[in-house]
């Protein structure tokens, strides 16, 4: 069974910058593109960002380009999103996710994801 945990969420004030970490206790995730997407309350799921497993390139959605960044550290089998300069309609849950046939982005469907964690920016 895959596993992924989101954390690193918070309240956190507008221009203040969180770093979400993803991490898989019991799955290797070293083999699979990891994604980034997020929902806030009566809104779609949106998706972020993508870094795939062969060359750890990124891709990211237009919307957040430049204020987030991805990144895969395989020896602690973790990936992270960086998020800086964040605004009151960056607030939702974030979450990471896997398609286990996909090792490279884009991945546009999604086999697991985690729990997620909440980011709420408010001053």
């Known amino acids: 069974q895959v596993q992924l945990v989101e954390s690193g969420g918070g309240l956190v004030q507008p221009g203040e910058s969180l770093k979400l970490s993803c991490a898989a206790p019991r799955f290797t995730m070293g083999s699979y593109a990891i994604v980034w997407f997020r929902q806030a309350p009566g809104k779609e799921r949106e998706g972020l960002s993508c870094i795939s497993a062969t060359d750890d390139s990124t891709k990211y959605a237009d919307s957040i380009k430049g204020r987030f960044a991805t990144s895969r550290d395989k020896a602690k089998n973790t990936v992270y999103l960086q998020i800086n300069s964040l605004k009151p309609e960056d607030t939702a849950v974030y979450y990471c996710?896997?398609?286990?046939?996909?090792?490279?982005?884009?991945?546009?469907?999604?086999?697991?994801w985690g729990q997620g964690t909440q980011v709420t920016v408010s001053s």
């Open positions: 996710a896997i398609n286990q046939r996909r090792s490279v982005c884009p991945v546009t469907t999604y086999d697991y």
